[in-house]
């Protein structure tokens, strides 16, 4: 069994929660180069939580270049167990308004531009994205946003694109006739990697405005989104202080499989695999390559 340490990956200023203490900035060296930012360290009654600023302090980095390789594998290091993600998105449904929260259980990934995977040649591996959301986490913050009273929906499919730019009117009526819920620019490859680095991993999309594909919001404007992405911090601030409580008990192996998404993905032969980059992956696949 393990004591839990929560990561939690979101804007600038989503660590600023009434209550945290022993808070501290911290730099963790990654092997893949420099995460967004430092990481932020505080306590909130007896868990530990680590805050990452997702496009760095201050808004430094675009969707495209953030390292998420790096991001993922700092957390790693910094003893996190489970990491929940907030992010902005836009919504495909009138029954998701702005100012709502989706718990989402799967994605469609459109980006094309990001390193994907920590694994390569001299160390092959394949882990299973099915099921890419952990339901054990998905669980306790559904519970904890309708605690907080934020409309919350429950399952949902996320359409990553690659950005910086909005959507055109015709990708969105596309994305929509696909079945998706909402859209957003930062999930992929961040899902993908948190299962490579046998992390338990959720998503809590925050809708920010309806998209191009509603006739009253044809043309998503930044001004009225980061209105409602600062009302919605506000409500993220109060989901992660109700939440943490609920995943202070001795963590046991994740009934999804999560923390053992590696067991079988493994393809390399012992004998061929490169010793430089088994190095670089001494944190997020520890367990399986120490054992």
């Not at 600038?12 to 430092?38: C, M, N």
């Not at 995977?117 to 986490?137: D, I, K």
């Not at 989901?239 to 001795?250: G, M, N, Y």
């Not at 009934?255 to 079988?264: A, E, M, N």
Request: proline fraction near 5%; charge should be negative; aromatic fraction near 8%.
């Amino acid at each position: 069994m393990q004591t839990p340490v929560i990561g939690v990956i979101g804007g600038s200023g989503l660590y600023e929660i009434e209550g945290l203490t022993d808070t501290r900035w911290e730099k963790i060296v990654s092997p893949f180069g420099e995460p967004s930012d430092e990481l932020f360290f505080g306590k909130l009654g007896d868990i530990q939580l680590v805050f990452l600023p997702r496009h760095g302090r201050g808004h430094r980095y675009s969707p495209t270049t953030i390292n998420y390789r790096a991001n993922i594998d700092c957390l790693k290091r910094a003893g996190c167990t489970d990491v929940i993600s907030l992010s902005a998105v836009g919504s495909f449904s009138e029954d998701m308004p702005p100012g709502s929260f989706v718990i989402v259980d799967q994605f469609i990934d459109r980006t094309f531009e990001r390193l994907k995977t920590f694994y390569g040649t001299g160390m092959v591996a394949h882990v299973s994205m099915a099921h890419p959301v952990c339901g054990r986490l998905g669980d306790a913050l559904e519970a904890a946003a309708k605690a907080e009273g934020i409309q919350v929906t429950r399952g949902g499919t996320y359409l990553v694109m690659e950005g910086p730019q909005f959507s055109t009117l015709a990708e969105s009526n596309l994305y929509r006739s696909w079945g998706c819920s909402v859209i957003g620019m930062t999930n992929m490859p961040e899902a993908k990697l948190a299962r490579e680095a046998e992390l338990c991993y959720a998503t809590v999309a925050m809708v920010t405005d309806f998209d191009c594909w509603h006739p009253d919001h044809d043309n998503v404007e930044v001004e009225a989104i980061i209105k409602v992405l600062l009302g919605n911090a506000d409500k993220a601030r109060g989901l992660v202080k109700r939440v943490a409580p609920a995943l202070l008990a001795e963590r046991r192996p994740c009934v999804h499989g999560c923390d053992r998404s590696l067991d079988t993905a493994m393809i390399t032969a012992p004998e061929a695999r490169d010793p430089e980059v088994l190095k670089t992956l001494d944190a997020v696949a520890g367990r399986v390559l120490s054992s």
